[in-house]
């Protein structure tokens, strides 16, 4: 009797020991996922923010090819590190069916064709899913018309139908939130957003 009493006495904590071990091994991945996957939501809404008023201002006329007005997109960016070397790019793209009397002296007649690109932020970690025009100074696509290179991808009809001679206004954001990255788990970890005006 004495045995059996003296064995319980030594195993008694041995359970709380094993669900302790259990339960770290099963909420801590629990818990740093919900953390990162929190952070990265955090992000997507300010990526968001920050694409819908850059669309809008691009929209509307503003000139994102002049330094000024790169600033102040840089300042509605926060903390979104939008700088040549940043964790950020914006690609703002104004995109035209082109209506033109046709082939042969309008190539382009009834496609889908940039008229202009403008690219801001680390234009390395990502380009525009609709294509990367030829451009000259101001993110100008010269010889629109003509030039097959200017033409976009999957965009019309896909994307959006458009009539000959309409204008699109397309603003994508991307932001790699590497720092949120879990090793084995979550990796290459980034937000994006698009938005056509």
């Known amino acids: 009797m004495r045995g059996t009493e003296s064995r319980k006495q030594r195993r008694a904590g041995a359970a709380i020991v094993e669900f302790v071990l259990a339960a770290a091994l099963i909420y801590t991945p629990l818990i740093l996922g ?15 923010q920050l694409n819908r008023d850059a669309g809008h ?18 300042h509605l960016a926060g903390g ?5 070397t940043g ?11 082109v209506d033109c009397p046709g082939p042969p002296a309008c190539a382009n007649h009834g496609v889908a064709v940039f008229v202009r690109q403008i690219v801001l932020g680390n234009t390395s970690l990502r380009a525009s899913r609709y294509g990367t025009p030829p451009t000259v100074a101001g993110g100008i696509v010269p010889n629109y ?9 999957n965009f019309y009809p896909s994307v959006m139908d458009m009539q000959l001679g309409e204008t699109a206004y397309v603003a994508e ?12 788990f979550m990796t290459s970890t980034g937000v994006s957003a698009r938005g056509i005006f």
């Open 87 to 97: 964790k950020s790019v914006v690609i703002l793209s104004q995109i035209m069916r």
């Open 80 to 84: 979104l590190d939008l700088t040549p």
């Open 173 to 184: 954001a991307y932001y790699r939130s590497s720092e949120l990255d879990l090793p084995g």
């Open 57 to 74: 201002m691009f929209a509307r006329g503003v000139d994102f090819s002049v330094p000024a007005n790169q600033a102040i997109l840089q």
């Open 145 to 153: 018309q003509t030039n097959p290179a200017a033409r976009t991808v």
């Open 34 to 48: 919900t953390i990162v996957i929190g952070m990265n939501l955090i992000r997507a809404i300010q990526v968001t």
